[in-house]
């Protein structure tokens, strides 16, 4: 069933790719544009110029047809080019028949057969064709009655019945009127099947929309239509013809920069309608599909697969060359100019895919470089797909550089290219710095200020490369040629790329000092209360040589509090809010440690008290807060483990955990 299923599949596709090439044809082809040139060639009067009207309307009707041809269900399909190739059969065995009339003539032997060697050589192998054919004809109709698709065998049968030379030629002119009228009878039983088959597409599609609406009726054509794999295979199609056609008219080798000039132009002849256009954006956007999903493959194996990220399919590629080529009116360009105007949108559709490249890596790289693994096959290929992307963009901006002026819209385009480099370039200096810490076999001291200063130093050399960008596009505005486009780009790259990069990174250095001021704020635990503590981190899970102690008694390494501090201002055991004041408090080792509680990390605070006059739902809990202090230390010390009562924070009795 599998197989049956993609050989569906394939035909599904291949057979409507002749609807869109004949789109494609019709579409370059301008019949007013064809008869005006004919009517300014010719002095007189040209007959074919009388027909104008009759190609318009047969123009309109090749449209209707392909539409047709393109949106029929696959078992019509398959049967109307069954229909094609039949009568394609019974053109070749009426060219067999005539050649073999032509031969005979041209020998002038009218008498037996097999008197004459050559004469029966002819014979037995136009027999053998034509017998074919009438099978094939039988097959591909689905019938028994072979008669039906064998008239081009009489002028075989009258040469072997020895009629004369002069009578085969009538008689295989007959043979060919008369198939030639078989067809015209099974179009004419025909001819209301289209209409009966249209009239039922238009029920079915009227109960499409009526129950599921226009816009599941659109999903609904696109999913049976695969329209994205068939634009992307017609555009393949017609770009192997383009270089066929190229290379078998050329007889001397070519260069290497020769090639790339055809492979640019190529391009461009196959992209100057919009049919072709779409196949083009469909093709590219598969393409980045492929080149992202060996990349996953390369970092990841086939545990990529298992996890897939559905941010990353290609089609933002696609969708930033439609854009492009819709704004600068790619098809409306002559080839050179569209060639050329290809080569930089192309370096923006790269440029994009190793965007996307670089966000698969950079949490792969990070990850192998905090997790330890001890895997070299791993880290090479993280860090060998790192190196590519901090050299390939580089030298596509060379390479750029060496073809076209600089202006500001090719600064633009390289921007893109030299932030790209920069980000992998951080990167590396993160991972640098977490094998540095492997290698040592122990934390080193500060590395969370090291790497937030590394991604800082980065982010502030991207934020200048794009404030230099939006200068020079200042520049050439006011003192050069101003367009409103111009100022629309610079408007746009000014906000995105340098007041959204300096609002983030403000904001963010924000949340790191005001982490730093809590953290500095918070006690330091001591050696005592670290022994009675007698317990790890309860954020990294590592050993505590050295804590913070939180409001609500619990103890965290101050770098991984300060980490927890970036994203919320609560306790990571609790969630209570550390509401601590913004000048730094001394040590608590010259503090008793019986004036300092702890919890153990994982066991929670004891619920807050609620204050005087306050109420709880339960009127047992009411009572319980209206008894005496001293009921209430007597009930914790039995029904706890508490060695001790010491006071609490707040006024209430706290217990003194052992160990």
């Not at 689905?142 to 019945?161: D, E, N, Y």
């Not at 550390?578 to 509680?597: A, F, G």
């Amino acid at each position: 069933m599998a197989v049956k299923e993609r050989v569906e599949a394939v035909l599904n596709v291949g057979l409507r790719i002749p609807s869109i090439m004949l789109l494609e044809v019709l579409y370059r082809w301008d019949v007013s544009s064809f008869f005006q040139k004919i009517q300014r060639s010719s002095l007189n009067n040209n007959p074919l110029f009388q027909y104008k009207y009759l190609a318009l309307y047969l123009h309109y009707v090749g449209y209707i047809l392909s539409l047709v041809l393109l949106t029929l269900p696959r078992q019509h399909l398959v049967q109307l080019y069954l229909y094609v190739l039949t009568a394609l059969l019974l053109f070749a065995g009426h060219q067999i028949s005539r050649d073999y009339v032509r031969s005979e003539l041209e020998s002038g032997y009218e008498g037996p057969l097999y008197l004459e060697p050559l004469s029966i050589n002819r014979f037995t192998t136009a027999l053998i064709c034509q017998l074919v054919v009438c099978t094939l004809c039988s097959c591909v109709m689905q019938t028994k009655r072979i008669w039906l698709f064998s008239a081009h065998l009489l002028p075989l049968v009258a040469r072997l019945c020895l009629v004369p030379l002069e009578t085969i030629v009538f008689v295989n002119r007959f043979a060919m009127i008369f198939t030639g009228l078989e067809v015209i009878y099974f179009l004419a039983s025909n001819l209301l099947v289209p209409f009966n088959l249209a009239k039922t597409a238009y029920r079915e599609l009227a109960q499409v929309v009526e129950v599921y609406g226009l816009l599941a009726l659109g999903m609904s054509l696109w999913n049976q239509l695969v329209l994205p794999v068939l634009f992307m295979c017609f555009w393949l199609v017609l770009f192997a013809l383009q270089i066929y056609t190229y290379f078998s008219t050329r007889d001397q080798p070519t260069s290497r920069e020769r090639l790339l000039f055809l492979f640019l132009t190529s391009i461009a002849e196959c992209c100057c309608t919009p049919y072709s256009l779409l196949g083009l954006v469909f093709t590219v956007s598969f393409v980045a599909l492929g080149v992202l999903t060996l990349c996953k493959f390369y970092l990841q194996g086939y545990r990529a697969f298992m996890n897939d990220n559905t941010m990353h399919r290609g089609m933002t590629e696609g969708i930033t060359l439609l854009i492009l080529a819709v704004q600068t009116g790619l098809i409306e360009l002559q080839v050179i100019h569209r060639a050329f105007l290809l080569s930089i949108i192309l370096f923006i559709v790269v440029a994009s895919i190793l965007q996307s490249m670089l966000e698969i890596a950079d949490p792969i790289v990070l990850a192998l470089g905090a997790s330890r693994d001890k895997s070299l096959w791993k880290h090479f290929r993280a860090v060998s797909l790192c190196l590519f992307l901090l050299v390939f963009p580089a030298y596509m901006s060379y390479m750029i550089c060496q073809f076209f002026h600089m202006d500001f819209w090719l600064l633009i385009i390289i921007s893109s290219s030299i932030l790209t480099s920069l980000q992998v370039l951080g990167t590396l200096l993160i991972y640098v710095l977490f094998m540095v810490e492997e290698f040592r076999k122990a934390p080193v001291e500060n590395m969370d200020d090291v790497i937030y200063w590394v991604n800082g130093t980065y982010r502030l050399l991207e934020f200048l490369v794009a404030l230099c960008v939006v200068a020079y596009g200042v520049s050439e505005t006011v003192f050069g040629e101003w367009t409103v486009m111009g100022s629309t780009i610079v408007l746009i790259h000014s906000y995105y790329n340098v007041w959204l990069r300096a609002q983030l990174g403000w904001q963010s250095f924000l949340l790191r000092r005001d982490a730093v001021n809590k953290i500095k704020s918070l006690p330091t635990a001591s050696h005592q209360q670290l022994q009675q503590h007698n317990d790890i981190c309860s954020i990294c899970y590592q050993d505590m040589t050295s804590a913070v102690i939180t409001p609500c008694s619990h103890l965290f390494h101050a770098s991984c509090l300060k980490k927890w501090l970036y994203v919320q201002e609560t306790c990571p055991l609790c969630h209570s809010q550390l509401k601590v004041s913004s000048q730094p408090s001394s040590s608590t080792e010259d503090t008793p440690p019986q004036e300092m509680p702890l919890q153990p990390a994982g066991v929670l605070d004891p619920p807050q008290h609620p204050t005087p006059g306050s109420t709880l739902q339960d009127p047992k809990q009411n009572d319980a807060i209206q008894a005496p202090a001293s009921e209430l230390t007597d009930e914790l010390q039995e029904n706890s483990d508490c060695k001790e009562m010491v006071p609490g924070d707040y006024g209430f009795p706290s217990c003194s955990f052992s160990g």
